[in-house]
């Protein structure tokens, strides 16, 4: 029988969800590929007599790894490539200023300054920011071999390593990936469908639902920009990625109705699925719909049926496929302008270029060997897009540990020599295998990996590991100090504006979706963003759950809110949905009332600190599609209106 500890022995909420390791499948080929990509190198150095050599391509080998996370083939190509050609950059202005005092200290930190700037713009920024500033830090620490291109040529060279074995299956597998993104989100969208009559599962599926077809988005429009052209299999995707958007929307009108949906609904969706993942079309058989009564039944019978008109089309036409693309070039400009002014991007590249300079000053006037890993710590800690600033720090000290443990049995019980390879083949998949269950164990990963490498440089054996236990210790204290507790944004949600943008933009859709404009695309371009938004603020207070006191339990009262604006979108899109199929259209005055309502309540949401309950009533027609409209504005405003 298990014992309960003592109520003063109870971890705090916040502790736990920051241990607790993630859900997530192992991606078996990415194991693969780490094992094979980081032991060769070794095994190529100790086979020519220049271990430290093979060390280095390893070293670039474990960056490829990093970024090893994209599934579609066109994608790897720059979610690999572009980080490592900005890495051997780092590493070069590094070397440049290697034993040069001060001069080192300004130019890492002036790094550190524009690549926490260009870490804000987006997912492969981020890696590309990260491995500017860590090869960076490795060249200005670190002697590395001459001349002066040989190091950043071995670490790049690893790095595309890892990239030729990610694309070695493209010839065979082309297209599957791509495909099976749209047939997840078919999937996900089943899974919707059969939850509509149960609330707490409703809201986690419509989630998932969200973040599928984002990510289904993002990679078929993602492949469009780059090739600015209209590539036939990708135009069909597309277009059965925008089928679905109709039994999308059905959804909430259904989730209102309370009632379930009969089980053939979400059976057909998976087979369509099926029918998209594997291309063949030709054995599609739909389960027999039920007969559609009421104008909730009407929408998802015509929805489910336009869904499977499209998956089974021979052909489809690319004007009728209306979804915009911007060149590639075109984007990178826009990103790069927008980094520039923005003041969120300046405050974190400030925030980490001060962290950076504090830690390189301080191993400039205080003899720390190897005095590198403080700073490579802080650039891990401090990553705008991987979490909270102190999980990241508290998890990358437990982390470090658990790692030193396992890098202590290895550097005491394995020689230098031909036995690391295989030592390597068992460690390197650890990385790709633990990196989606946390930073925590993602850290305990790497940090044996590291370690072997760095004795095949230096030949330090285990006194590596108290100088690494005391570096990672005195990074992590830097940046919870000087990058967490000294800014006043680290002790509030920093959501609030966000929330109160997606209000307003609600306000905006109910405008839309009942005013004089009768683009259908544009609603549902709208809906779509909106959803998006939604999801990007529920993930980011997630993450502040994970803060410690005040933070965390201030996002926790705010929680309500965000689920209360979700609320309003889906009964906005279900009050659509039912006059599109034969309910009477609300009135314009019911219409600006929803409207103005909102309005005020994004007002409150941007004034308010502490959120108290306020009645709000509104009134209207009993039998308006926007009655469940108003009861969602009016809870909202009773979460949200400031005392």
């Given at each position: 029988?298990?014992?309960?500890?003592?109520?003063?022995?109870?971890?705090p909420?916040?502790?736990?969800?920051?241990?607790?390791?993630?859900?997530?499948?192992?991606?078996?080929?990415?194991?693969?590929?780490?094992?094979?990509?980081?032991?060769?190198?070794?095994?190529?150095?100790?086979?020519?007599?220049?271990?430290?050599?093979?060390?280095?391509?390893?070293?670039?080998?474990?960056?490829?790894?990093?970024?090893?996370?994209?599934?579609?083939?066109?994608?790897?190509?720059?979610?690999?490539?572009?980080?490592?050609?900005t890495g051997?950059?780092?590493?070069?202005?590094?070397?440049?200023?290697?034993?040069?005092?001060?001069?080192?200290?300004?130019?890492?930190?002036?790094?550190?300054?524009?690549?926490?700037?260009?870490?804000?713009?987006?997912?492969?920024?981020?890696?590309?920011?990260?491995?500017?500033?860590?090869?960076?830090?490795?060249?200005?620490?670190?002697?590395?071999?001459?001349?002066?291109?040989?190091?950043?040529?071995l670490?790049?060279?690893?790095?595309?390593?890892?990239?030729?074995?990610?694309?070695?299956?493209?010839?065979?597998?082309?297209?599957?990936?791509?495909?099976?993104?749209?047939?997840?989100?078919?999937?996900?969208?089943?899974?919707?469908?059969?939850?509509?009559?149960?609330?707490?599962?409703?809201?986690?599926?419509?989630?998932?639902?969200?973040?599928?077809?984002?990510?289904?988005?993002?990679?078929?429009?993602?492949?469009?920009?780059?090739?600015?052209?209209?590539?036939?299999?990708?135009?069909?995707?597309?277009?059965?990625?925008?089928?679905?958007?109709?039994?999308?929307?059905?959804?909430?009108?259904?989730?209102?109705?309370?009632?379930?949906?009969p089980?053939?609904?979400?059976?057909?969706?998976?087979?369509?699925?099926?029918?998209?993942?594997?291309?063949?079309?030709?054995?599609?058989?739909?389960p027999?719909?039920?007969?559609?009564?009421?104008?909730?039944?009407?929408?998802?019978?015509?929805?489910?049926?336009?869904?499977?008109?499209?998956?089974?089309?021979?052909?489809?036409?690319?004007?009728?496929?209306?979804?915009?693309?911007?060149?590639?070039?075109?984007?990178?400009a826009?990103?790069?302008?927008d980094?520039?002014?923005?003041?969120?991007?300046?405050?974190?590249?400030?925030?980490?270029?001060?962290?950076?300079?504090?830690?390189?000053?301080?191993?400039?006037?205080?003899?720390?060997?190897?005095?590198?890993?403080?700073?490579?710590?802080i650039?891990?800690?401090?990553?705008?897009?991987?979490?909270?600033?102190?999980?990241?720090?508290?998890?990358?000290?437990?982390?470090?540990?658990?790692g030193?443990?396992?890098?202590?049995?290895?550097?005491?019980?394995?020689?230098?020599?031909?036995?690391?390879?295989?030592?390597?083949v068992?460690?390197?998949?650890?990385?790709?295998?633990?990196?989606?269950?946390?930073?925590?164990?993602?850290?305990?990963?790497?940090?044996?990996?590291?370690?072997?490498?760095?004795?095949?440089?230096?030949?330090?054996?285990?006194?590596?590991?108290?100088?690494?236990?005391?570096?990672?210790?005195?990074?992590?204290?830097?940046?919870?100090?000087?990058?967490?507790?000294?800014?006043?944004?680290?002790?509030?949600?920093?959501?609030?504006?966000?929330?109160?943008?997606?209000?307003?933009?609600?306000?905006?859709?109910?405008?839309?979706?009942?005013?004089?404009d009768?683009d259908?695309?544009?609603?549902?371009?709208?809906?779509?963003?909106?959803?998006?938004?939604?999801?990007?603020?529920?993930?980011?207070f997630?993450?502040?759950?994970?803060?410690?006191?005040?933070?965390?339990?201030?996002?926790?009262?705010w929680?309500?809110?965000?689920v209360?604006?979700?609320?309003?979108?889906?009964?906005?899109?279900?009050?659509?949905?039912?006059?599109?199929?034969?309910?009477?259209?609300?009135?314009?005055?019911?219409?600006?009332?929803?409207?103005?309502?909102?309005?005020?309540?994004?007002?409150?949401?941007?004034?308010?600190?502490?959120?108290?309950?306020?009645?709000?009533?509104?009134?209207g027609?009993?039998?308006?599609?926007?009655?469940?409209?108003?009861?969602?504005?009016?809870?909202?405003?009773?979460?949200?209106?400031?005392?």
């Open positions: 029988m298990f014992r309960e500890l003592p109520i003063g022995l109870t971890p909420d916040w502790l736990v969800r920051n241990l607790r390791p993630q859900p997530a499948p192992v991606n078996w080929a990415a194991v693969a590929r780490a094992a094979v990509a980081m032991a060769l190198p070794l095994a190529i150095g100790f086979a020519a007599g220049e271990p430290a050599l093979g060390a280095l391509a390893s070293m670039g080998a474990l960056n490829g790894v990093i970024g090893d996370t994209a599934d579609a083939y066109r994608m790897r190509v720059i979610t690999i490539a572009v980080p490592q050609l051997a950059v780092g590493v070069i202005l590094g070397q440049l200023v290697f034993g040069q005092g001060w001069y080192a200290v300004l130019v890492v930190t002036g790094v550190a300054l524009v690549s926490g700037m260009i870490s804000t713009i987006g997912a492969v920024a981020s890696v590309s920011g990260l491995l500017l500033l860590l090869n960076c830090v490795v060249g200005a620490g670190l002697p590395l071999p001459h001349p002066w291109w040989l190091a950043p040529l670490m790049t060279g690893g790095g595309l390593l890892v990239l030729a074995l990610a694309l070695l299956a493209w010839p065979l597998r082309a297209g599957v990936p791509e495909r099976a993104s749209v047939a997840n989100a078919y999937r996900r969208v089943a899974d919707l469908l059969d939850d509509t009559s149960d609330e707490d599962r409703y809201i986690g599926a419509r989630f998932d639902v969200t973040r599928a077809l984002n990510q289904a988005y993002d990679l078929i429009l993602g492949h469009r920009a780059r090739h600015h052209g209209r590539s036939e299999e990708l135009t069909r995707l597309l277009a059965q990625l925008n089928a679905i958007t109709p039994v999308v929307e059905a959804a909430p009108a259904v989730h209102l109705t309370g009632r379930p949906l089980p053939e609904v979400p059976r057909a969706v998976r087979e369509l699925a099926d029918a998209v993942e594997t291309g063949d079309t030709s054995a599609l058989r739909l027999k719909l039920p007969l559609a009564l009421t104008e909730t039944e009407r929408a998802v019978d015509h929805a489910l049926r336009h869904t499977a008109e499209v998956v089974t089309s021979p052909s489809v036409d690319p004007r009728g496929v209306d979804e915009r693309t911007v060149a590639l070039h075109v984007r990178i826009r990103a790069a302008r980094a520039v002014l923005s003041a969120g991007s300046w405050r974190y590249g400030l925030r980490l270029a001060v962290c950076i300079g504090i830690a390189q000053a301080l191993v400039s006037l205080v003899p720390v060997p190897r005095s590198y890993w403080v700073a490579l710590t650039t891990f800690v401090l990553k705008p897009d991987f979490g909270s600033v102190f999980s990241r720090a508290l998890l990358r000290a437990l982390g470090t540990v658990v030193l443990a396992i890098a202590a049995a290895v550097l005491a019980e394995v020689p230098i020599g031909w036995w690391d390879v295989p030592v390597m068992l460690l390197a998949p650890l990385v790709p295998a633990l990196t989606p269950r946390g930073y925590g164990f993602q850290t305990a990963a790497i940090t044996p990996v590291i370690l072997l490498l760095s004795d095949i440089l230096n030949h330090q054996g285990t006194g590596l590991l108290l100088p690494r236990l005391l570096d990672s210790l005195m990074g992590c204290g830097i940046a919870l100090v000087a990058g967490y507790l000294l800014w006043p944004e680290s002790w509030h949600t920093r959501v609030g504006d966000r929330l109160a943008d997606a209000v307003e933009d609600t306000a905006a859709y109910v405008g839309t979706a009942f005013g004089t009768t259908p695309v544009r609603r549902t371009r709208m809906r779509r963003r909106l959803y998006r938004d939604l999801s990007t603020i529920r993930t980011e997630q993450r502040a759950l994970t803060e410690p006191p005040p933070t965390g339990r201030r996002a926790a009262a929680w309500p809110l965000v209360a604006v979700e609320r309003i979108v889906d009964a906005t899109t279900a009050a659509r949905v039912r006059v599109h199929h034969g309910a009477p259209p609300p009135s314009s005055a019911e219409v600006r009332q929803v409207v103005r309502q909102l309005g005020e309540l994004a007002e409150g949401v941007r004034e308010a600190d502490i959120l108290t309950a306020f009645p709000t009533h509104l009134t027609p009993a039998g308006s599609v926007l009655e469940p409209v108003r009861q969602e504005v009016a809870a909202a405003r009773a979460i949200a209106t400031p005392h």
